[in-house]
């Protein structure tokens, strides 16, 4: 809860670089979609976002840049 909390205040700043660790391995799908949704309208304001997880779908399919 205090994860869903803490992603919750977090998205409703302005911000320039959002740092997103492990948010997504703590809730159900709805959660992650809504979270994933979030991203997405970050990234369209210009915001770079580094996403922190042990799963690597949602980073697959969020990322525009490619390391490695």
Same mark, same amino acid.
């Given at each position: 809860?205090?994860?869903?909390?803490?992603?919750?205040? #977090?998205? $409703?700043?302005?911000? *320039?670089?959002?740092? @997103? *660790?492990?948010? %997504?391995?703590?809730? *159900? @799908? #709805?959660?992650?979609?809504?979270?994933?949704?979030? @991203?997405?309208?970050?990234?369209?304001?210009?915001?770079?976002?580094? %996403?922190?997880? $042990? *799963?690597?779908?949602? @980073?697959?399919?969020?990322?525009?840049?490619?390391?490695?």
């Amino acid at each position: 809860m205090q994860m869903r909390l803490a992603f919750a205040v #977090s998205v $409703h700043t302005k911000a *320039d670089i959002l740092l @997103i *660790d492990e948010v %997504l391995e703590v809730g *159900d @799908i #709805s959660f992650q979609e809504k979270c994933l949704k979030r @991203i997405t309208q970050f990234k369209a304001q210009g915001c770079a976002i580094i %996403l922190v997880s $042990h *799963d690597e779908s949602p @980073i697959q399919s969020s990322a525009t840049r490619r390391f490695g």
